[in-house]
């Protein structure tokens, strides 16, 4: 055991066990000289801990320090150590009524305060040698990602995090089975951890992933990786969302995963899959994962557990109905989780190109921001600037989804002369036009090129899809 100058530390009692600090020593020490009042003794010189104090007559006009090692006299000053020791009578009786709530709440704050400590149990020292080197690398911290990389390292079982990470998004040379060939690639890697957390320990708070033993991850990295495949080919084939760039957030694949392990990766029965699809379109509608992200999907994965006994979780009534005055009202942005769940309602309709009525391919890249070719303005912006500049051209109900070579025949024709157009080679217009929650020509005002109709009409439908997901027939 390491003495603090002259100052000797009790040994450790017989069968306990000590913690070694790999990074703090300095600061803990300090802590802990303080506490105790210690007059230490190094080289030659001695330092008394007790005088250092805190200054409760602080003016941060005047560049003064609250906390000090000079006692000003002229100052009111209460040592740090008779605050961390000594009773609340009798710093009241020290320096006065005038400063009782400073007194009390600096006393508060040193007490009560909370030190953010990683804590690395059970790994060899080259392995918590490393986390706390790359800690202090560049004066970057760590993520829980990289962090759990070095916890969970084991050579032997040939398990190295990133690794498994990067094999996941894009495969390997065993294993061609990837979330990349799925164009799911856009899962982080936090995303991916918490998935782990919630069928291992059904919690993904930071400190509670930061708890599980490296025996259990690696445990359940596989049954995960099952789980999330299966979790990703129903949101694909079942709820139609194509690609993971349209998803209102990857943190969905918790909850999703979380099931599809607990229901041992089986298909959902019909009731399941309808309560799955009322979840999905309720997280993305009411920005559910906007904040406070670990504390709701903890409650999320309890409505797994009903959703897997076909029981439906309980929401409330407000959450699950959408209005067109809404829908009319919403900007488009590509970032935006509700729009991107309106997004995700169009991709599940299996929308058709309107020049020929062709499946309309959305891909990841294509899909990043709302300048991005598979994103259409059926009333083309600068006609609607042209034509209505007192309304909006930017908003959800103008948008739909179809493929660059059809957004490129478009431009900024009217409305009523590229559907012309198009009829030439496509019979099946209108049919593709139902594909994009657009039911007709003369009554959305296409004909007419009535733009605030237009955008009326297909508020109204997309909201009536919505409002159908969100309220299933079980």
């Not at 600061?27 to 802990?32: G, M, N, Q």
């Not at 593709?432 to 657009?438: A, F, Q």
């Not at 009535?450 to 027939?473: C, H, M, Q, T, V």
Request: a negative charge.
């Amino acid at each position: 055991m390491k003495d603090i100058g002259n100052h000797s530390l009790p040994e450790s009692p017989k069968g306990d066990y000590a913690q070694y600090i790999l990074d703090g020593q300095q600061r803990i020490t300090s802590l802990y000289a303080i506490r105790k009042g210690l007059r230490i003794s190094k080289d030659e010189e001695e330092i008394d801990y007790t005088d250092i104090y805190v200054n409760l007559d602080y003016d941060p006009l005047n560049d003064e320090q609250i906390v000090t090692s000079q006692k000003d006299e002229e100052k009111v000053s209460i040592s740090v150590h008779d605050l961390l020791t000594r009773k609340m009578g009798d710093l009241f009786k020290q320096v006065g009524g005038e400063k009782s709530d400073l007194v009390e709440e600096y006393k508060t704050k040193l007490t009560t305060y909370d030190f953010a400590t990683i804590t690395i149990k059970d790994y060899p020292i080259d392995i918590a040698c490393d986390v706390f080197s790359r800690i202090n690398t560049g004066g970057k911290p760590l993520t829980l990602f990289e962090i759990m990389v070095a916890m969970t390292y084991d050579e032997e079982k040939g398990f190295d995090l990133a690794l498994k990470y990067e094999e996941l998004l894009n495969g390997s040379d065993e294993n061609d089975k990837s979330l990349a060939k799925a164009k799911f690639d856009t899962v982080p890697a936090a995303t991916v951890l918490q998935a782990v957390a919630a069928i291992a320990v059904g919690s993904i708070r930071a400190k509670d992933i930061l708890k599980i033993r490296r025996e259990k991850f690696i445990a359940n990295w596989e049954p995960m990786v099952s789980a999330m495949f299966a979790a990703v080919d129903f949101i694909r084939t079942k709820l139609h969302v194509p690609v993971s760039q349209l998803l209102p957030y990857a943190s969905l694949l918790v909850p999703f995963t979380y099931f599809f392990h607990k229901n041992k990766n089986k298909r959902p029965t019909e009731i399941q899959a309808k309560l799955l699809k009322q979840f999905f379109y309720w997280v993305g509608l009411n920005w559910r994962y906007s904040g406070s992200t670990e504390t709701k999907i903890a409650e999320d994965l309890k409505k797994m557990n009903l959703i897997l006994k076909e029981k439906m979780p309980r929401y409330s009534s407000d959450e699950l109905s959408v209005s067109a005055d809404d829908i009319g009202e919403t900007w488009f942005s590509a970032g935006n989780s509700n729009v991107k769940t309106i997004l995700c309602l169009f991709a599940s309709n299996k929308p058709r190109n309107l020049d020929d009525d062709s499946d309309v391919l959305l891909d990841n890249s294509n899909l990043r921001i709302a300048t991005s070719r598979n994103y259409h303005h059926f009333f083309p912006r600068k006609y609607v600037e042209k034509n209505y500049p007192l309304l909006e051209a930017n908003l959800i109900a103008n948008i739909t989804l179809i493929d660059a070579a059809s957004n490129n025949k478009i431009r900024a024709k009217a409305p009523s002369h590229y559907v012309e157009e198009f009829k030439t080679n496509n019979s099946r217009l209108l049919s593709s036009l139902r594909s994009h929650l657009i039911n007709g020509l003369k009554g959305f005002g296409i004909l007419e090129d009535d733009y605030e109709k237009f955008i009326g009409k297909r508020s109204e439908a997309i909201a009536e899809a919505l409002n159908e997901a969100l309220n299933p027939e079980l």
